[in-house]
């Protein structure tokens, strides 16, 4: 294959990987506290010659895109919303993860939990557990837990330097090996959800630019396998 190949298909390659990520964002945009996806790309350089280089394009993993979404208020007792760049931690069976989805409940023991059962965090890197009186709980900005006025916990507001550094597991959940500091900036709602901060219109926009891109390199790959196949059949019928 000419170098020109080999450039198409390693875009073609990097185009297919963000169709994937871009269709993921979509599916996800009604999913409470979702938390969209950008690609990033880098130029990689393969060779270089006196009168040209012959560059390569390289996609790197998926990054989580920080921005809040839109503040939704539902009443109750147990739906929480994080704001700024702040995530709720939770204890997993596989360690600490974090989250931005806020719909809570309480498990058989009065914890506090996710949807999938896994324990959310307060400041003290313990299970938060409730009195059963739930109509009577009472959330300050800073998360603090209280009922009639006294404090039962506070959660875990965790804030990361480095979030390229978060894998994402699952739909709602980072992990990542940078220890959290606090984001005492990022005010906690009750009896509010995070909408996902995808937006449908752009993704979508973004989707049909990026397949069209993918078919023009697909054409480009052809294109050029068909001119190297004729042109060894030249220069077959001119040996024969």
């Known amino acids: ?48 010659e006196p009168s040209r280089s012959i560059a390569f394009v390289q996609d790197l993993t998926p990054e989580p895109d920080l921005s809040e979404g839109e503040l939704r208020m539902t009443g109750g007792p147990l739906d929480f919303a994080i704001g700024r760049d702040g995530m709720f931690a939770v204890q997993t069976e596989g360690g600490v993860r974090y989250t931005r989805a806020g719909h809570f409940r309480l498990d058989q023991e009065n914890r506090l939990v996710t949807f999938d059962g896994d324990p959310v965090l307060d400041v003290n890197d ?41 894998q994402r597991e699952g739909a709602m959940l980072f ?48 294109t050029q396998h068909q001119m190297t196949r004729k042109a060894v059949e030249r220069l077959l019928d001119v040996r024969g």
Do not use: W
């Open 175 to 222: 992990k990542t090996d940078e220890a959290p500091g606090v984001a005492e900036n990022a005010e906690i709602y009750q009896g509010a959800l995070e909408a996902s901060n995808v937006e449908p219109i752009l993704a979508m926009t973004r989707l049909m630019e990026t397949n069209r891109a993918f078919q023009k390199t697909q054409k480009l790959i052809e």
């Open 1 to 48: 294959m000419e170098s020109t190949g080999y450039v198409a298909l390693s875009r073609q390659l990097a185009l297919q990987n963000h169709l994937a990520v871009l269709a993921h964002n979509i599916s996800n945009a009604n999913t409470t506290g979702f938390l969209g996806d950008d690609m990033t790309f880098q130029q990689v350089l393969s060779r270089a």
């Open 126 to 166: 313990q299970p938060i557990q409730l009195p059963g009186e739930i109509d009577k709980l009472q959330c300050g900005k800073d998360g603090t837990l209280s009922i009639d006025g006294e404090v039962i916990a506070q959660f875990r507001r965790a804030s990361f330097a480095e979030p390229e550094r978060f």
